[in-house]
């Protein structure tokens, strides 16, 4: 472990101070590069798909595991637009004289070695791998076991790329001990590592947030919810929450939870029943729902479960005050969204909730860094320091200050 990760920490100083045009080209040779090799990362991927199936891998997760050739095509193109943003690196974010007349400059610089600690989905892999790139950081990749043959796959292609530029693979290598002891071992390794970020269940969020001497931004768990205000046009209502629902239960951006105000209640909750019927939601729902159409009841666990399957918990709430107050009870801080055509509800809601991502008339669906326009994302921090919601390449870049002087001393 410490010698791989020795080795990973010297590449700082290649990829740290490589040209934006270089970093750009190489990327765009890795997108190539993922479109020609398909073939053999899909046949690596149907080998864990195959394990996935006999070890019992629930539906949303086998989702999550499976490439094909326009999933594959969706991660070459996410390098391209990662090659397209402007680059991160040298960036002077600020600059001002002193009263000693130094020139102090505020400057954009790499973050340095990045763990990524991630399940299932093997496109974090070419995802990440290149965000990382992008901005000058060395990337550490540790995938879950069940797609152990897909990231192999696709990280031999990223660092044949590498090495046919002359560069050292470990820019962008995966652990070479995936194990639970690899694992715990690198998130104390502060010598080299600069920065851990833990994405998946949330078991491995609190494990690495309580273990780790290396800093963590955590991308936790997603219990997001909807609220329908009684201003609400409740036609555009029923297809947001059936979006933020069913689009793709099985991710981090979709509803778990949807409060409707109770002074629509009798009249939402029967159009809402039977569009979430259509899409065979199973349904629970407070005393008070259930008293309105017929569904299961939800405890305080299933306000407090992030189900990741197409499973919805509704609440009625009387107005704006107690929906903010069930979120901040129940919520993880991802994605919260209110829909009304009242502008007065719709601002005391972006103001007090405390969320990464906050909406108003839209899905909760949209959290997601290629949609946000950053090409990819490492994932959806749910911190405050020093990244929160989807995390690109400019929150992959710490800053340093240079000062330019002409000979001053401090008197």
Same mark, same amino acid.
């Given at each position: ?19 934006? &045009? ?19 990362? *899909? ?46 690196? #040298? ?19 790499? *973050? ?9 989905? =093997? ?33 031999? +292609?990223?660092? &044949? ?9 470990? *820019?962008?290598?995966?652990? =070479? ?9 690198? *998130?104390?390794?502060?010598? !080299? ?7 998946? #269940? ?13 800093? +963590? ?31 793709? =239960? ?6 778990? %939870? ?14 809402? !029943? ?55 009870? !129940? ?5 919260? $969204?209110?829909? %009304?055509?009242?502008?007065? $509800? ?13 909406? +108003?008339? $839209? ?33 992959? %870049? ?8 002409? #000979?001053?001393?401090?008197?």
């Amino acid at each position: 472990m410490e010698s791989f990760l020795v080795k990973a920490k010297s590449c700082t100083g290649v990829i740290g101070t490589m040209s934006g &045009s270089l970093k750009n080209q190489i990327l765009l040779e890795m997108a190539d590069a993922l479109v020609s090799n398909s073939d053999q990362i *899909i046949t690596e991927n149907s080998l864990d798909m195959h394990d996935g199936r006999a070890n019992g891998l629930d539906s949303a997760l086998l989702d999550r595991l499976l490439l094909d050739e326009k999933r594959i095509a969706a991660m070459a193109q996410s390098l391209r637009d990662i090659a397209g943003l402007k680059e991160p690196v #040298g960036r002077v974010l600020e600059g001002w004289k002193n009263g000693d007349d130094l020139r102090i400059e505020k400057v954009s610089v790499p *973050i340095g070695v990045v763990a990524v600690i991630f399940e299932s989905r =093997p496109n974090v892999t070419s995802d990440v791998g290149a965000l990382c790139f992008k901005s000058g950081n060395v990337a550490i990749l540790k995938g879950g076991k069940e797609a152990e043959r897909s990231n192999q796959a696709i990280a031999k +292609v990223l660092q &044949s790329v590498l090495e046919r530029n002359n560069l050292p693979k470990e *820019i962008i290598s995966l652990l =070479p001990d995936s194990s639970r002891e690899g694992v715990a071992s690198l *998130i104390k390794m502060d010598r !080299y590592v600069d920065l851990v970020v833990p994405r998946g #269940g949330e078991g491995l969020i609190r494990y690495i947030s309580q273990n780790s001497s290396v800093p +963590v931004v955590k991308h936790d768990k997603g219990l997001c919810h909807t609220y329908i205000h009684e201003d609400a046009n409740l036609d555009q209502a029923v297809a947001i929450a059936i979006n933020a629902k069913c689009q793709r =239960p099985g991710v981090c951006n979709a509803m778990e %939870t949807l409060l409707v105000d109770r002074a629509i209640a009798k009249k939402a909750l029967p159009k809402l !029943y039977a569009a979430f019927n259509e899409k065979g939601t199973l349904l629970r729902g407070d005393p008070e729902v259930q008293e309105i159409v017929e569904v299961e009841l939800a405890t305080a666990k299933d306000f407090e479960t992030e189900y990741l399957a197409n499973i919805l918990s509704i609440k009625v709430v009387e107005g704006v005050d107690e929906a903010i107050s069930h979120i901040a009870t !129940y919520g993880s801080g991802h994605s919260e $969204a209110i829909l %009304t055509e009242n502008y007065t $509800a719709a601002e005391i809601f972006l103001d007090r909730v405390d969320a990464a991502c906050v909406y +108003v008339n $839209a899905s909760t669906r949209f959290t997601d860094g290629g949609v946000f326009g950053f090409g990819a994302e490492v994932g959806i921090s749910t911190n405050k320091l020093h990244a929160r919601g989807p995390m690109g390449i400019n929150e992959l %870049t710490t800053y340093k200050f240079k000062i330019y002087g002409n #000979g001053q001393i401090r008197g």
